[in-house]
């Protein structure tokens, strides 16, 4: 019996409910998974497997609906499993979702909470944001992309959050630069934060840790390690935070911001890189063929 055939026995489908390009290449995808959705905390991620054929990837769970038993992802198409999913129409089914995986978010009345989000994390940080909110949190909430077209789910941001701040490398909205940037911009004008929480790209995390460390801010940051089968047991996403060997699918992802190895983190991401830009591109070719021969 393969995963599919274990999904279909406890009556999970794993249907695609709704797959939108919110931005450019970016995608929210609802998913049917009722016996997740009555389980996924803020902060926890699914893995799925697009196809027969097809890897484990993982997603941070953005949001989910108990009553329409259903999660929402938001992906990026970078690789050969995002372009796969970009591919996929309403009413297809996945081979294999996983979840929810993962230590919940830590949520709790902090005081002033500020969040960071950038690419899927601009989705995965809103179930985190709103929970601070219920909490009794003051929740100041930072978003970037490279320019104002690339920024989403804003109206949902908006809802939870006391203050939404948005920030552009190329300058089109407010505050010009990345979510670092923008906390810089906020201590300096003498903003009292309590708790920084960050979700996005490795790089952001290590610069917008850098950005709090010097004010004594509590920081922590979701990481993106490699992952196989995100229960603790292949070691691929192993990782050092404050001086100990730690696995980011089960003691994370959620980890001390001013503690994480981030020069271990990058060179461990970056292994397959090189393996996984000749995939994306055999894949692209082998589409591109199938397309012309009709
Ligand atoms: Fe295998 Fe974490 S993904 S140990």
Redesign the pocket.
């Known amino acids: 019996m393969n995963e599919k055939d274990v999904c279909k026995e406890v009556g999970q489908s794993f249907k695609i409910v709704s797959k939108e390009a919110v931005v450019p290449n970016i995608y929210e995808m609802v998913i049917e998974a009722p016996i997740i959705a009555e389980k996924v905390k803020p902060g926890q991620f699914v893995i799925l497997i697009p196809d027969e054929m097809g890897e484990r990837v993982p997603f941070t769970v953005s949001d989910w609906d108990v009553e329409k038993g259903t999660v929402t992802i938001f992906f990026q198409e970078l690789g050969v499993s995002t372009m796969k999913l970009a591919k996929m129409e309403v009413g297809n089914t996945l081979e294999s979702l996983v979840g929810p995986l993962g230590k919940p978010a830590e949520i709790a009345n902090f005081g002033t909470v500020l969040l960071g989000g950038g690419c899927y994390g601009i989705g995965g940080i809103y179930p985190i944001a709103r929970a601070m909110k219920e909490a009794g949190n003051r929740v100041i909430t930072v978003v970037e992309a490279r320019g104002q077209y690339l920024l989403y789910n804003l109206d949902k941001l908006k809802a939870v959050s006391d203050q939404l701040f948005l920030t552009t490398s190329d300058g089109s909205t407010e505050i010009s630069g990345k979510v670092h940037d923008a906390v810089q911009h906020l201590l300096d004008k003498g903003e009292k934060i309590d708790r920084a929480v960050f979700m996005g790209c490795n790089f952001m995390l290590m610069m917008s840790s850098e950005a709090t460390k010097s004010h004594g801010i509590k920081t922590k940051v979701f990481l993106n390690a490699l992952?196989?089968?995100?229960?603790?047991?292949?070691?691929?996403?192993?990782c050092s935070v404050g001086g100990e060997t730690k696995?980011?699918?089960?003691d994370g992802p959620e980890f001390d911001g001013h503690e994480v190895d981030w020069e271990e983190l990058f060179k461990r991401s970056g292994h397959y890189l090189n393996d996984e830009v000749l995939a994306y591109q055999f894949f692209n070719y082998k589409g591109c063929k199938q397309d012309m021969d009709g």
Do not use: E, N, Q
């Open positions: 992952m196989v089968d995100g229960t603790g047991m292949c070691g691929c996403c192993r696995y980011a699918c089960v």
